[in-house]
Each structure stands twice: as structure tokens, then as C-alpha cells.
């Protein structure tokens, strides 16, 4: 296969200095860039697709002396992100499309689109290391924790690895600036990227807005208040439809009590959110479903650190991996805000083992 590396540019700086690094070691690097959701006709910086963003990944290109094009990938995207993403919204879970589109997008779909141009590699400007290890490619955290994205790429499997590469894993976002600007890319000062780069306004909006708009692929939107419940099941008031709350969430929920109260659980079938005290929100454990390995699965239970949210230090428990395809985390301490739609990846010291996604807090 090809050793031509293709380049993710987004129109930021970190894309944009993997492709300034890679295309002083060869002149034939690509740089592809994807219209995932289009907003080609706005001109705004940090959304995805904006008009800006794309011309800036051309002209960027042009400054590294390579080849650029852009891919049409908005179809795939509204069906393997956006959809999901409205759908988990609307059955009460709390959904990553980050990790979806790193899953389906830009290590399934683009690797492929970079093959049927002659690229037999792909570069991103993820902050995440790769290692061959032992017994196959490894998935590590980037050298800078406060960077580090590894949480969304657990999905990954070993041919994806082996065909990708994180240049800025080693570095820290002063010295990719300094870089940017020490090759005069004119990107160098750029902002950070938005997180849901689909999402302009309130995501309860949009799912709304979305929902709306095709009924065909969604449920329709329920209209009425949810009920707000104590673990008891007592009705403490009505507040607004169950979707827009998340496990975890204390504002917004318009009650009076002698102590803060949280969302514990969104029951959509009932259209009922149940709340209660911080202590309520510890859970011992987890049920997870489609675990995934990154590496050879381990024979039953293993030790790891296990984070549940982006930003969780992470907690050491035990994971049990069952053959169907579920998985059951114990925690060394309680934890919480266990929230369904969310991930639990597990790590040993800085390689991710792989992980699963959050069915339900032990016990829920």
C-alpha cells in the first residue's frame, strides 16, 4: 500500500501545523478536508464546515506547497452522527458525538476516501500517542493530560491504528502555536474549535429544530412537562419535557429545597426526570454495552483506571467483559453522575484498554 499521507485539515492550528510538519518531509502529502455539516454559505470561524474554516485549510495548503480538497461527507455525517445524536437526546441519555465521529467518520470513512486517492496513511491533530507495543499498535494519552482527546478515540481498532498518526501526541498547544507561527501559517492565532461543531445555539434546540424537521426519522418530541419525581417516586413538581435534563444537571430544575437537588435518572417512557440530594448521585459501579478492546480482550476480570466523562480524573475498578457484549465496571470508591449515552474507557497508566458506553449506574 501507498505511503502517501493524507492530512485531516480542519482549518485550525493543530491540523493545520501536522500538515506545514508532514509536508517537509514529503511534497506529496494531501490535505483533505471534510464538509460534514454544511455551513459553507456562513463565515464564521469554529464551526464545522464554516466558510472561513475551509478557506483557511485551502490556504493553508497552499502555504504548505500541497495538494487540497475538499470531501463531501455531510450525508454520512447527518447518518451516523447527527441522527444518533438526536435520538440519544431524545431517550434521556446524554450522547458523545465526538467519539461517533471519530469512530465513523474520520478513521472509517475518510480512511477510506484517502485510499481511493493514493493514501495509504492518514494524520490527524488529535492530541493522543500511538505505540507498537507487544501485542499489536497501543492507543496512549498525549503527553500533555490537559490536551489529551484519547477518551474519544477508545473505539479505534488495530487497522485504524496502524494507518494513522498523531504528530502533536509529544507536544503541549504553546509549542504547536510557536510552530504555527515560526512557519507563518496564518492560522497561528487562531481560537480553539467549538466541541459540537453542528450545534449553533442550545442543543436542546437543535434536537428540537431537528426532530421537527424530519419526523419521518424521529420520534415526535414530547410536548408536555415532565414530572419531577424524589427516588421515592413522590412528584416534587412539573418542570419542562424529560429531555431537557441530563444526569448530574442541579440548575434550571425550579424547586425549592433545604438542600441542592440533582438529576439522578431521566426516565423517558414516564416523561419523568427523578431528582435528588448530591449523595444520591454516588453509584458503586456501571453496566456498560458494546465494550470494545483495543488490543487482544483480556481473560475475565482485569484492574484499570476507568473515566466516565472527558474531564473525570478517572477511578481505579475492576471490568468484567461478558460475551455478549456488555460489561460491568465495579469502583474502587463511589462515583458520580453516572450518565447514560456517556463513556467509560479504561486505561492502564497511560494506554487505553478500550472501553464501552454507559447503559446505566449500577443498580439504576
Excluded at 502517501?4 to 493543530?14: L, N, P, Q, Y
Excluded at 484517502?114 to 498525549?142: C, F, K, N, S
Aim: charged share 25%.
Amino acid at each position: 500500500m501507498s505511503e502517501r499521507v493524507a492530512v485531516a485539515m480542519s482549518g485550525g492550528v493543530d491540523s493545520s501545523v501536522v500538515a506545514w510538519l508532514l509536508s517537509r518531509e514529503d511534497p506529496s502529502v494531501l490535505g483533505l478536508s471534510m464538509l460534514l455539516w454544511d455551513r459553507s454559505q456562513e463565515a464564521t470561524h469554529g464551526r464545522c464546515c464554516g466558510a472561513l474554516d475551509l478557506g483557511d485549510a485551502r490556504r493553508v495548503a497552499e502555504q504548505c506547497g500541497i495538494a487540497h480538497y475538499t470531501l463531501k461527507m455531510d450525508d454520512d455525517f447527518r447518518r451516523l452522527v447527527v441522527d444518533p445524536f438526536v435520538d440519544d437526546y431524545l431517550a434521556g441519555r446524554t450522547p458523545i458525538p465526538c467519539t461517533r465521529c471519530n469512530t465513523f467518520i474520520k478513521f472509517d470513512l475518510f480512511v477510506e476516501r484517502a485510499r481511493a486517492m493514493g493514501a495509504g496513511t492518514i494524520a490527524t491533530g488529535h492530541y493522543a500517542r500511538i505505540v507498537e507495543g507487544p501485542d499489536g499498535w497501543e492507543l496512549h494519552q498525549a503527553r500533555t493530560v490537559g490536551k489529551d482527546q484519547s477518551y474519544y478515540l477508545f473505539e479505534l481498532t488495530q487497522e485504524q491504528l496502524a494507518v494513522s498518526r498523531f504528530p502533536l501526541g509529544d507536544m503541549d498547544k504553546e509549542r504547536v502555536r510557536e510552530l504555527a507561527r515560526e512557519a507563518g501559517l496564518l492560522v497561528a492565532e487562531k481560537g480553539e474549535s467549538m466541541e459540537l461543531c453542528f450545534v449553533d445555539g442550545g442543543v436542546r434546540e437543535f434536537v428540537e429544530e431537528q426532530a421537527a424537521a424530519a419526523p419521518e426519522r424521529f420520534p415526535e418530541p414530547v410536548a408536555a412537562g415532565s414530572s419531577l419525581v424524589d427516588s421515592d417516586g413522590s412528584e416534587l413538581g412539573r418542570g419542562e419535557p424529560y429531555y431537557r435534563y441530563t444526569v448530574g444537571q442541579r440548575r434550571g430544575l425550579g424547586l425549592t429545597s433545604p438542600s441542592p437537588l440533582y438529576v439522578l435518572a431521566v426516565e423517558p417512557e414516564a416523561n419523568q426526570v427523578v431528582v435528588g440530594r448530591s449523595e444520591e448521585l454516588l453509584a458503586p459501579g456501571l453496566l456498560g454495552e458494546r465494550l470494545h478492546w483495543i488490543g487482544p480482550p483480556p481473560e475475565g476480570s482485569i484492574e484499570a483506571t476507568v473515566r466516565i466523562r472527558s474531564r473525570h480524573p478517572g477511578v481505579r475498578s475492576r471490568v468484567t467483559g461478558h460475551a455478549d457484549g456488555t460489561a460491568t465496571v465495579e469502583f474502587s470508591e463511589p462515583q458520580r453522575g453516572v450518565a447514560p449515552g456517556q463513556a467509560a474507557v479504561f486505561y492502564d497508566g497511560s494506554r487505553v484498554l478500550g472501553g464501552c458506553w454507559i447503559r446505566s449506574a449500577s443498580g439504576a
